[in-house]
């Protein structure tokens, strides 16, 4: 059985990157197809994955192609249409109302908030990452003195438009941080190192205690607040991006009126569910692992929802770079969801309508209420 509803079913991806939009050899798009931060073996290809095959299954007959065209097929295709062509394609038709537009990532190299939204017809609010925020005032010269109050400026001046913030935390010094607000006195001496350190070109911030200086300013502004957790590239130690590792952050900030948002997840997503039900501001997404897990995307989304409220799961694709990972976002996620639901009514008697009403609620709805996001012209989730 299947949920003809579910086809229907509005999307905000809570969470997601802006595309590409030049032409792509072979080697350039494998490399949006992985985690991984160099090409595979001599002799294999990142088609030969979970995403590589639903590619072929699902994004190869939406530019025009068969069913499990080949690697080779599938990408020669995708350079005679062209980047535009390919990105309206996979953009469009999926059910998207809402791309909350994370920033920060090679944001020079990516389409832009605006952008997006013309090639997707759908509404765009902007994410704000912090650590990104930091390091452009530091590339601009400013003084370890002036830095605090600038950045108060310059994320005040943000969060007028941006719905919400997002810290790399995990990436930079693992989610183990001490989980204190720290005091004025040791951020300004971090300060004084980290702009000391600091030459011509790209900067990097990793200091834990300007870190936490910049997710406890979020904090102070009560707007929700994304971290990533869980699986990425090598640049992360997997062991350390625990969501469990932020537990006594979450108790610091309980009554704060920020909410924390636990992007992907994967492999700790019964752990974050674990966060979201114990935790009131605590919300949760498998995003990432979606796209990554392919065939086996149901499984993951049943497991997330052992123990996530279902007023706390929210939906994201985390695409960046390939178009092909919102299509696919899209439709594994409505794939999934649907799996799991059936299998709910079929063994448990649920009822449709309740189904329908939590699929809307994940899908669109709690991300509406949490950034603060306008209804459909319904006035439903759904």
């Known amino acids: 059985m299947h949920f003809e509803w579910m086809n229907n079913l509005a999307l905000v991806d809570h969470h997601c990157h802006g595309v590409l939009e030049h032409d792509l050899d072979r080697a350039g798009f494998e490399d949006l197809i992985t985690e991984s931060d160099r090409p595979g073996p001599t002799g294999t290809t990142f088609f030969d994955t979970q995403l590589g095959f639903m590619i072929r299954r699902y994004c190869a007959p939406i530019l025009g192609l068969p069913a499990f065209t080949s690697p080779e097929e599938y990408v020669a295709e995708r350079a005679r ?25 090679r944001g020079d190299e990516i389409l832009g908030p605006e952008q997006m939204g013309l090639r997707a017809g759908t509404q765009v609010a902007e994410v704000v990452r912090l650590e990104r925020v930091a390091e452009e005032l530091v590339e601009s010269r400013i003084s370890a003195t002036d830095f605090r109050c600038a950045f108060a400026d310059e994320l005040d001046a943000r969060l007028r ?18 989980p204190e607000r720290p005091t004025p006195e040791a951020v300004d001496d971090a300060l004084v190192e980290w702009t000391k350190s600091y030459v011509d070109g790209t900067v990097r911030l990793d200091n834990p205690t300007i870190i936490r200086h910049l997710i406890w300013e979020a904090v102070d502004r009560s707007v929700p607040i994304q971290f990533h957790v869980g ?31 636990l992007l992907h997840c994967y492999p700790y997503h019964r752990e974050a569910g674990y966060l979201a039900h114990c935790f009131e501001h605590v919300y949760a997404d498998v995003g990432l692992a979606i ?22 799961a929210l939906f994201s694709s985390d695409a960046w770079g390939a178009a092909e990972l919102y299509s ?14 059936n299998g709910w009514a079929t063994r448990h008697g649920w009822p ?10 994940i899908a669109a709805g709690n991300a509406r209420r949490v950034y603060g996001l306008a209804t459909n012209e319904t006035g439903q989730d759904w």
Do not use: W
């Not at 309740?354 to 609620?361: D, H, N, P």
């Open 81 to 105: 249409l062209g980047a535009i062509r390919v990105n309206t394609r996979l953009l469009t038709g999926q059910g998207y109302d809402t791309l909350l537009i994370e920033t920060g990532h």
């Open 291 to 312: 796209n990554y897990t392919g065939a086996q995307a149901a499984q993951v989304i049943a497991e997330s929802l052992e123990l996530t409220p279902f007023h706390k």
């Open 231 to 261: 699986y990425g590239d090598p640049d992360v130690d997997l062991h350390r991006c625990n969501p469990l590792l932020l537990t006594d952050f979450l108790r610091l900030s309980r009554s704060s009126g920020a909410s924390v948002m």
């Open 352 to 361: 449709e309508d309740e189904l329908r009403r939590i699929a809307g609620m």
């Open 161 to 178: 438009t941006a719905v919400g913030v997002k810290s790399i935390a995990a990436y930079r010094v693992g989610l183990d941080f001490a």
């Open 328 to 341: 696919l976002g899209a439709i594994l996620f409505r794939d999934g969801l649907d799996s799991v639901l």
